[in-house]
């Protein structure tokens, strides 16, 4: 079991550059993917989320990825002029409209974004991207090591919240006798009721008697519930990704507390009900953050 939640960072170092990569997750229905990489890795960007899927499975995923050239025998250093002089003219006529006494220094203009620009030799491209795939799947286990983590953590509440709901299961049952009781008299007027009638159709009534006999009763579902509780401690087993399984599970979960309620005015049955439904809940909003 994994958490959906969970942070990784990875950096590594070579003779030539120094790459990192952040990556992150939080809960999402889905695999959404966020790559916030420089233009120069967009070759590789496909490879990038291969990496990620390959790992993850539901989430939503923000990764962060920066370099720098560490030798300055590989490292070049580009200048747009055209680019500079169009930021000169456009800062000189706003420095004009605004009345500016200040100068426009070089500085000012080599600090622009694309004036200047560092960049590698194409002799080291493989080796970037090479080091930049390796520093991603590195950031990318971490992550997922952590959403184990948090995934046992979570199992480990899971399984003690379930034992919560399996005792007031078990409580509900010892009280179920009491749902036919309560409504013992209205069956039985229902029964004297219609045998009065002349033309009585006893098959008929033979199945309206046992049509309302199981709506007075409460067995069925306490036996849904049983077999849910068995399949939840099942799922959670898994290896695999089990997120959406509990969720569709608890959805039955609360369809069979909520019938139960809806059959009985025991204040008893219904103050466990309610303490049934909240543990669900409680279970249920956990479920939102696994994988």
Known sequence: MKSMTGYGMALLKSENYMTKVEVKSVNSRYLELNLRVPKDFMAIEDKIRQIIKSKLKRGKVDLYLSYDVTSPDIQELSLNKDLAKAYYRDMEDLRNMLEIDEKITLRDIVLLEGV?????????????????????????????????????????????????????????????????????????????????????????????????ADKLSIDEEITRLTSHISQFNGIIKDKDSVGRKLDFLLQEFNREANTIGSKTTSSEILKLVVSLKSEIEKIREQIQNIE
């Open 116 to 212: 200047l620009k560092k960049s590698s030799t194409n002799e080291t491209d493989k080796e970037l991207l090479s080091q930049v795939l390796k520093t991603v799947e590195e950031a990318v286990e971490n992550l997922d090591e952590m959403r184990k983590v948090e995934g046992e953590n979570l199992k480990l509440d899971l399984e003690n919240k379930i034992v919560n709901v399996e005792e007031l299961v078990e409580e509900i049952k010892t009280l179920a006798p009491k749902v036919i009781e309560e409504n013992e008299k209205e069956f039985t007027e229902n029964i004297y009721e219609r045998l009065k009638e002349e033309d009585l159709d006893l098959p008929r009534l033979t199945t309206e008697l046992a049509i309302m």
